[in-house]
């Protein structure tokens, strides 16, 4: 990702990251997310998972450089906003899957994420 010049491309850019994902969910199917993100798949546990899954290590990798540029900065820690993201992200992904892929899983991820970044950056 180009590093931002404002809050604006900022959240553009991590938006984009999430609605690829969406895309993606959608490519895997609604059986497949919604085998996927249950309780029961530990491997969701921030608290055991050694390793971050790519959306998120792109994003934060992407929060630190432009932070450390002066482009933006955070109302929280990057710890506080990963879990934030995270959280955001399984609820859409679950929503979708709950309700059959009958609801539009990018709008909703667009408009929650973009809700909350322009809460969270400045």
Known sequence: LDLPKNKEEAIAAIVGVYLNYASYCK?????????????????LNPDIRTERPYPIVTV???????????????KLTIAEFVDDIRMLVI???FEWSMRN???????N???SLSYYLDSVIN
């Open 27 to 43: 490519e895997l199917g609604v059986d497949f997310v919604a085998g996927y993100y249950t309780p029961r798949n530990q491997a």
């Open 60 to 74: 934060k990798q992407y929060l630190e450089k432009s932070i450390a540029v002066n482009a933006i900065t955070l």
């Open 91 to 93: 609820g859409n992904a």
């Open 101 to 107: 892929g009958d609801v539009d899983i990018e709008a």
């Open 109 to 111: 991820m667009k408009r």
